[in-house]
């Protein structure tokens, strides 16, 4: 919860530099690395307020809202930024930082997992935003070999390092010791994870993505996609891994054990919104996702790295990627017929 004294310096920051003069401003849901707020105006509207920590780059998160300014001035369903004053898109006062956006009144995250016309929709959603990313100004696809999106190598060095410092005890608590054993259970199975990625394409293709394309990050009303919200820097990265990355949330997956099917609706749907992106990239996106999954660290490395950031949402969220890689990888025939079927 934040203080009194940092909420009174941001409700002093929006009649200042937004017009708002705020009824109310309350705390919001906690981002990764930001403080939110919920803001009420004296006129009834409300407003999604995001506080950047010292030391945030803010010429990133400029360029993170712009993106999101991009899509939306296309119809992509982003909720729009409020300008300051002077058109700015953060504002700085003292050692704050501050953006302000349009609160989506009625909605939740996608958090709770997919299900019903939830797939669909999302997979819709997502299609519609690669194809208009494609023609970002920062460039358009190009095919990229599959080890910039999965490493075993470099996956094993980042394990070998992370155990490296759990060998030094200097984390502590439940979640770090049961990290510390996924770690070694991740490090263990690298081989297995090696014949994974063999059964990838040649290449993938790359383009401009939202980037952080999380659960948190996709607002549903009536599992209808009202708003993609917390876009990051345009980059290149490939548009199997982010459309893996939502339809097959780790929440998604260990809670529901139709996903395949599930992910099935999702792809087709995705395919009619953006018939750009071969049929090979689509056919690999459940393999994409599990060797995603096999080489990261986080949060596994969170006790170490930051403990400051372990919460009990953190905790249950390493836990469900943990449990739904063992579910991916043990499904991938399955996933990629259903595919398969679907696609060809």
């Not at 953060?90 to 016309?117: K, M, P, Q």
């Not at 950031?309 to 990888?329: I, K």
Request: proline share 7%; hydrophobic share 40%; with cysteine.
């Amino acid at each position: 919860m934040s203080s009194e004294s940092e909420v009174a310096a941001v409700a002093g920051i929006l009649p200042r530099s937004y017009g708002i003069v705020p009824a109310s401003l309350v705390d919001g849901p906690r981002g990764t690395m930001t403080y939110n707020y919920l803001a009420e105006g004296q006129d009834g509207r409300r407003w999604f307020v995001k506080s950047y920590p010292p030391g945030t780059d803010l010429r990133a998160e400029q360029e993170a809202l712009r993106l999101g300014e991009f899509a939306r001035s296309r119809g992509i369903q982003v909720p729009a930024v409020r300008r300051t004053s002077t058109g700015e898109l953060i504002v700085t006062s003292g050692a704050r930082a501050v953006s302000v956006s349009a609160y989506v009144d009625g909605a939740h995250t996608a958090e709770g997992g997919l299900h019903g016309r939830g797939w669909a929709a999302v997979g819709e959603a997502v299609g519609r935003l690669h194809k208009v990313l494609a023609l970002h100004p920062a460039g358009p696809p190009r095919p990229v070999h599959p080890r910039e999106v999965c490493d075993a190598e470099r996956a094993r060095m980042r394990l070998e390092r992370l155990l490296d410092r759990y060998g030094r005890g200097t984390a502590g608590g439940e979640f770090a010791v049961w990290a510390r054993r996924a770690a070694e259970e991740r490090f263990a199975a690298l081989p297995r994870v090696g014949a994974v990625l063999e059964g990838l394409p040649v290449t993938l293709t790359a383009q401009i993505v939202h980037g952080d394309l999380s659960s948190p990050n996709v607002l549903l009303r009536a599992q209808e996609v009202v708003g993609l919200i917390d876009f990051r820097q345009p980059r290149h990265r490939s548009a199997a891994w982010e459309l893996g990355r939502i339809v097959l949330d780790p929440r998604t997956v260990v809670t529901g054990p139709d996903w395949p099917a599930g992910l099935g609706e999702a792809v087709v749907a995705y395919r009619q919104a953006n018939p750009g992106l071969p049929v090979e990239d689509l056919l690999a996106v459940p393999r994409v996702t599990a060797g995603y999954l096999a080489c990261s660290v986080y949060p596994l490395s969170e006790p170490v790295d930051n403990p400051a950031a372990v919460t009990s949402g953190l905790e249950a969220y390493g836990r469900a990627r943990h449990a739904a890689l063992e579910l991916l990888t043990g499904r991938l025939d399955e996933a990629e017929e259903v595919l398969r079927a679907r696609l060809t």
